[in-house]
């Protein structure tokens, strides 16, 4: 079957930097999205990567390991505003994403 | 720019009601999607468009229908409405499926009693 795994909740510390994890297993594999969706709001694009390595894009990083089946997200300097949830998705051999349930992230003060 | 425009934003229904919500992208999307959205679940995919005139069904069909008569548009019914129904349903949009990042509306929340 398919099935993408993250954490359910997080907590860090405002100025920190955390690291949300992501593991995947689909039919093929044709890049790994990740998206950040604020509590009642629309998600959002954050990254996109296909082939291995990191990917920095200022305060957020994203990484992939296609042989581990395994991403993760880089948030550095972490402010309140990037209190929300993170979601993980692959996209499959039918260039269909199968999504993550999302990690919640919250940031104390 | 609007981007993708959901409507209606709220709507509460009975059971065995029927509905329709519509999404409306000015992108020039080829691509366009239904998800609906509950607590402790992913995104879950209930039908798609890969162009004008054209649908098929995602994960989780049953009990919904689709149609894209016009490029811009992707309506999404409710037959007959049922509690498990009750749902955030987000509308995307892409112009590209390989690689392109989805374009979301901003949601619309159906209670179904």
């Known amino acids: 079957g398919q099935n993408i795994d993250q954490p359910t909740e997080m907590t860090a510390t405002e100025g920190a930097i955390v690291q949300i994890n992501c593991t995947y297993q689909t039919s093929g594999f044709n890049g790994l999205f990740w998206y950040q969706q604020h509590a009642g709001e629309a998600p959002t694009f954050l990254s996109y990567?296909?082939l291995d390595g990191l990917e920095e894009k200022g305060r957020f990083s994203s990484f992939l390991s296609r042989s581990k089946g395994y991403s993760y997200l880089l948030l550095k300097e972490l402010q309140m505003k990037d209190s929300a949830s993170y979601l993980c998705?692959?996209?499959?051999?039918?260039?269909?994403?199968?999504w993550g349930a999302g990690t919640k992230l919250i940031i104390k003060p | 720019n609007a981007g993708v425009t959901q409507t209606p934003k709220f709507r509460v229904l009975k059971t065995g009601q029927s509905m329709t919500l519509l999404c409306a992208q000015d992108m020039n999307h080829e691509y366009m999607y239904w998800y609906r959205q509950d607590p402790g679940m992913g995104l879950r995919l209930i039908h798609y468009?890969?162009?004008?005139?054209?649908?098929a069904k995602g994960e989780v069909p049953d009990g919904y229908n689709v149609s894209r008569l016009k490029k811009q548009n992707f309506l999404l019914g409710l037959e007959s409405a049922a509690p498990s129904q009750t749902s955030v349903y987000f509308c995307a949009s892409t112009r590209v499926v390989d690689t392109g990042e989805l374009f979301f509306g901003e949601g619309s929340r159906l209670t179904v009693l």
């Open positions: 990567n296909v």
């Open positions: 468009s890969v162009g004008e005139g054209t649908t």
């Open positions: 998705a692959a996209t499959d051999s039918n260039y269909q994403l199968i």
